[in-house]
């Protein structure tokens, strides 16, 4: 007699890196370590991040602070190198190649990504889009990535402000809706909808 056991199929876990434990990995682990090729990298991936940080000070200098003005053309071609700066911190970390497969049909101005799961997935987004994101107040305080996220037009919202003052989230939903117009003049607003 046959029984019906129910087949289990395995579902990708997002969330869940499943890293090989080989001994190829082990052993480009400990080279890459012990040769000094790590720490160069390291090194790399740190001044690169420096100029981009000292980049997008510039970019913002004298800049209107009001999220509802866009930059001009000029601000927006030098946003440009924060486009090119992610792309050697990637490289850098080891992401030298990176297959694309874009099947989008067409441009819209806002577009939703995730799931955020490290620092590096900033980086993608910053190179491939160059987008204005939505991201915590308390961002815009954090040396280097705060001048980042000012020279890409960031929308702020700060989470515990309900619905007074320029962050907070009736303030960022409007935001939102005014970047997503064609004509606004903004780039492409990036969400993170698993974001607090």
């Not at 400990?30 to 160069?40: D, P, R, Y």
């Not at 997935?121 to 910053?126: G, H």
């Not at 939102?176 to 969400?191: C, H």
Request: proline fraction near 6%; hydrophobic fraction near 45%; include cysteine.
């Amino acid at each position: 007699m046959a029984t019906n056991t129910p087949s289990i199929t395995r579902v990708l876990n997002v969330f869940k890196n499943d890293l090989q434990d080989t001994h190829y990995e082990k052993f480009k682990f400990w080279f890459l370590l012990l040769s000094g090729i790590a720490l160069l990298r390291l090194i790399i991936f740190i001044l690169v991040l420096l100029l981009a940080g000292i980049s997008g000070f510039f970019i913002t200098l004298g800049a209107s602070k009001d999220p509802t003005v866009p930059f001009g053309p000029i601000r927006q071609k030098a946003a440009g190198i924060i486009s090119v700066l992610a792309r050697i911190m990637l490289f850098s970390l080891g992401f030298h190649r990176i297959k694309m497969t874009n099947n989008e049909v067409t441009r819209t101005n806002v577009c939703v990504v995730g799931p955020h799961t490290g620092l590096m997935d900033s980086f993608f987004v910053a190179w491939y889009f160059l987008p204005s994101p939505v991201s915590k107040f308390e961002v815009k305080s954090i040396p280097i990535f705060g001048s980042l996220c000012m020279a890409l037009q960031t929308i702020f919202v700060d989470r515990h402000d309900a619905h007074t003052g320029p962050h907070s989230r009736k303030a960022c939903i409007s935001n939102i809706n005014l970047r997503a117009k064609k004509d606004s003049g903004f780039p492409r607003v990036v969400l993170f909808p698993e974001g607090t």
